[in-house]
């Protein structure tokens, strides 16, 4: 069920190159990943995808939790776009998107539940503590934020991760939080936080943080 939900959602794009893409994120968080992020999120409730992209993972979500509601965010028109058709495809009708700057994000709403993966470090660092702390407002008592970005150790896979995403997005803004100071700042807005460790063969420093609203 869970290989066939990852076929299915590259299935829904038409584009080669898109498909190639999905083919790389879903590699990087491949099957045990997604495992392990997806324990955290809840079968029911409104679930944030913030800077959902192309909707890989609310799209691969989705399906596995149909109770709940996928809400993704994104800046590029594009990808909503593309998010948007790829969920009619699927026949999904539990995974909305829209465009919205993560940037800007205000709270509208309790949610059960928002995730960033891999999000946090092309957001400008001046804009990380607002975002939290609107995450924060948006999320119910109980509820979770799930963080997965990249570490700044070892130096090695620092590199490597920073050789990928120059690739894959010229131009940006890339900044590497260290775990710790990330940690700090998710504890600083209000969070209580669980820093899950991610284990991989390849050279990615993967963190993830499982943050709980008390």
């Not at 700057?101 to 949610?111: M, T």
């Not at 070892?154 to 991760?161: E, L």
């Not at 690739?167 to 590497?176: A, E």
Request: some cysteine; overall charge neutral; glycine content about 8%.
């Amino acid at each position: 069920m869970r290989r066939e939900a990852i076929a299915r959602v590259i299935a829904a794009y038409d584009d080669p190159v898109i498909r190639a893409y999905s083919w790389g994120r879903f590699l990087i968080l491949r099957q045990r990943f997604l495992d392990e992020i997806g324990q955290y999120l809840p079968a029911e409730g409104t679930i944030l995808d913030i800077g959902c992209g192309f909707g890989l993972f609310s799209l691969y979500y989705a399906q596995l939790l149909p109770a709940a509601a996928f809400r993704g965010l994104d800046l590029n028109a594009r990808r909503v776009a593309l998010a948007t058709e790829a969920a009619r495809r699927l026949g999904l009708t539990n995974a909305v998107y829209a465009v919205g700057d993560a940037c800007h994000y205000r709270a509208d709403g309790e949610h059960a539940a928002a995730y960033m993966l891999d999000i946090v470090h092309h957001i400008p660092p001046e804009t990380v503590p607002p975002l939290l702390a609107e995450l924060h407002k948006a999320i119910r008592p109980g509820g979770r934020l799930i963080v997965k970005d990249v570490d700044t150790q070892p130096a090695y896979k620092r590199w490597f991760t920073l050789a990928l995403d120059l690739l894959m997005s010229p131009g940006s803004v890339i900044h590497y939080w260290p775990a710790g100071e990330l940690q700090t700042l998710l504890q600083r807005v209000g969070f209580r936080v669980y820093r899950h460790l991610m284990v991989d063969v390849l050279p990615y420093p993967h963190v993830l943080f499982v943050c709980h609203k008390d």
